[in-house]
């Protein structure tokens, strides 16, 4: 059983749709972070939430933190191509980082 | 900066072999990482440490070693390759805890 279940585990759509992927756990998180992977590469972070019910924004993407701090949702505003990838959440398990398994975003044009 | 380096980039093994794979960072970072990568499980820790000296063991570290006599190395052993251990490997390295991982561009190893 993974500390941290994302769903889903893949999503297929076309440019210009909106879409919602989720990050949910049992336990609660002084902190989630988002990364992002290309094929071939590292991930790469995209946000870090902190405080319960906090949303931040990074362009088309809005990232909340529930309020009970034990999970968080990604919404993409009308897609991009380039936005295909592994998003990844992940958390702090006393001093390691644990990962979800992702959810595989292909956006196509 | 380079941020964090890893050798090699592709490594095939056969089962029973030892190897090394090699990670470095120059971002003066206290808090290095291994994970390992499989379809449909994410990233998979193996071992951590928070500062030279000082290793602990992950989420899945058998199979493994590591030693962190410097700030900037971290090097993974496989003591005696197994397939299981067919994966692609990262290292990644932060500030401290709870800081942005800085992720390597990852070695694709395979166990024959």
């Known amino acids: 059983t993974q500390l941290l279940e994302q769903s889903p585990q893949f999503l297929s759509i076309q440019e210009g749709e909106n879409l919602t992927v989720y990050c949910n756990s049992s336990s609660v998180f002084s902190s989630l972070q988002w990364y992002r992977q290309e094929p071939g590469e590292g991930p790469v972070l995209l946000v870090t939430?902190?405080?319960?019910?906090e949303v931040k924004k990074l362009k088309r993407l809005t990232f909340q933190f529930g309020d009970a701090r034990k999970d968080s949702s990604l919404h993409i505003t009308a897609a991009q191509p380039g936005d295909t990838g592994l998003y990844l959440c992940a958390a702090y398990n006393n001093n390691d980082m644990r990962f979800g398994a992702g959810t595989r975003l292909t956006v196509k044009p | 900066n380079a941020g964090v380096t890893q050798t090699p980039k592709f490594q095939v093994l056969k089962t029973g072999q030892s190897m090394t794979l090699q990670c470095a960072q120059d971002m003066n970072h206290e808090y290095m990482s291994w994970y390992r990568q499989d379809p449909g499980m994410g990233l998979r820790l193996i071992h951590y440490?928070?500062?030279?000296?000082?290793?602990d063991q992950g989420e899945v570290p058998n199979g493994y070693n590591v030693s962190r006599s410097t700030t900037e190395d971290f090097p993974l052993r496989l003591l005696s390759a197994a397939p299981s251990q067919t994966s692609v490997y990262f290292c990644?390295?932060?500030?401290?805890?709870?800081?942005?991982?800085?992720f390597g561009p990852g070695t694709r190893l395979t166990v024959l």
């Open positions: 440490s928070v500062g030279a000296g000082i290793t």
């Open positions: 939430v902190v405080t319960g019910g």
């Open positions: 990644a390295s932060s500030a401290w805890l709870y800081n942005e991982q800085f």
